[in-house]
């Protein structure tokens, strides 16, 4: 038989395979992954970086400040040298638009990598099981613990097990706290039992969901918790390349036999390696896109290296679209609607976001004009009217300033010092009042500018325009 029928003949059978009912573990068993190397494990391994990096960052400090601090009290987010102030709290939407694009993008391009790859739910799930498999054994040694019953050595593998599950999850609260106070002082009021009970509650609520949903749920998780893995449909086509067994290679499956050589079966052995290593159970082989798949890729590892043994090509089960594994042409990405759509507004968002921080202001500066009276008429023919302004300092030293007016000649400010000293990060309101002839107005109600600039630096300012009212004429 010629290799194009046998693949004909084998793809006749993909349909039925994509119509058998997945097999999804609705938490009624625990399992147990066999751990394998590979490819795709050690780009997760690499991932774990990024976390521990997540741990450590609040306990990092340049100068003496803590680099990043979500200082909520003081209505301040520090971020590696940046202060942002509430004012500037729009380019947070920008973020997080980024944040949802790139989530999105990534999902349309390789479906759920970021679930496989980054998840914080899936990374902790790693450490722990890790943990669990050095201190219980190979996943026939943890079954068979699972089934004893409570003796010491029993008692022992698991005090210790979830001591240091305890340990990470601890660490896990304390540096999800640290981001929101002064990472140091925290540590010493844990210490001392002096925290505040916004840190007791932090520290609590993540020490149990880590250990809860870390230890115990798992990829239950994935299936009950998560909404994206509910919407992932949505992004998903036939173009993303998500791990796909390749039933045209693979079917009509067979275990190997010693001597004998079926050149009527496929590649795949049956020797249910792709499924052992599975992290939430699936057999990749009745479908590629299944609810349990993260798609982590550790199926791939461990067909790969079936594989190689044997003496195959590897990727019997790969990275590869739908469309690809039916024989058509992958699309370039960038000729994909929904890939340059989401391409488009992360691109907006990066440039809204580098504008914001390239023009937060060291100053604030806003001006309420007094509405009762409008104005006042002096014994003198004078007219008087009265504001009140707010300056905020967002720098992080304190700064003297000094407020001028200009648009009403001959006016004058009255009421205010000539040197203004602003504390850092404190809106400071003045109630002032600008007296001017009416000869020197243009009109009824002309426009007046309020400036403040610094004294050392008068690079260092900001202008508001508001009105200054007189009778009509
Ligand atoms: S089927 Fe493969 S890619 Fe999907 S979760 Fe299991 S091991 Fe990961
Ligand atoms: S690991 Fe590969 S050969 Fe083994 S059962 Fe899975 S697909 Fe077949």
Known sequence: MSEQNKSNQRSEGLGELYEESHHVNVGGETIHAKRMGGRFRQYKDLVWLFWIGYL?????????????????????????????????????????????????????????????????????????????????????????????????????????????????SLVTGISFAAYFMDSYELLKDLVTFDAHIAAWTTLILFFLGTFILAGFMREQVCFWLCPYARIQSVMVDRDSIIPSYDIARGEPRGKLKKGVNDDRKGDCVDCNQCVVVCPTGVDIRESALQEGCIMCGLCVDACDTVMEKIGKPKELIRYASDNEMQGQAQPALLKRPRVIIYLAISLASILAIIYGLASIPALELHVVHERQPLYVKMSDGSIQNTYTIKILNKLPEALDVKVTIEGVAGADIIDLPDVLTLDTAKVVPYTIRIKAQQAGMAGDNVPVIFKVEALNDPSINEEYESFFIGPSR
């Not at 102030?85 to 990598?113: C, E, K, N």
């Not at 998840?119 to 040694?141: A, H, L, M, N």
């Open 56 to 168: 450590v960052l609040p306990f990092l400090r340049v100068n003496g400040e803590q680099i990043v601090l979500f200082d909520i009290p003081a209505r301040q987010f520090h971020f590696f040298g940046a202060t942002i102030y509430p004012q500037d709290i729009w380019m947070l939407s920008f973020v997080l638009v980024l944040l949802a694009m790139m989530l999105f993008g990534i999902t349309a391009i390789a479906g759920r990598v970021f679930c496989g790859f980054f998840c914080f739910q899936t990374v902790w799930t790693d450490w722990f099981v890790w943990i669990e498999e050095k201190i219980e054994g190979t996943p026939r040694q943890r079954r068979k613990l699972d089934e004893s019953s409570w003796n010491s050595e029993k008692i022992t593998k698991r005090g210790t097990k979830y001591a240091i599950w305890s340990l990470i």
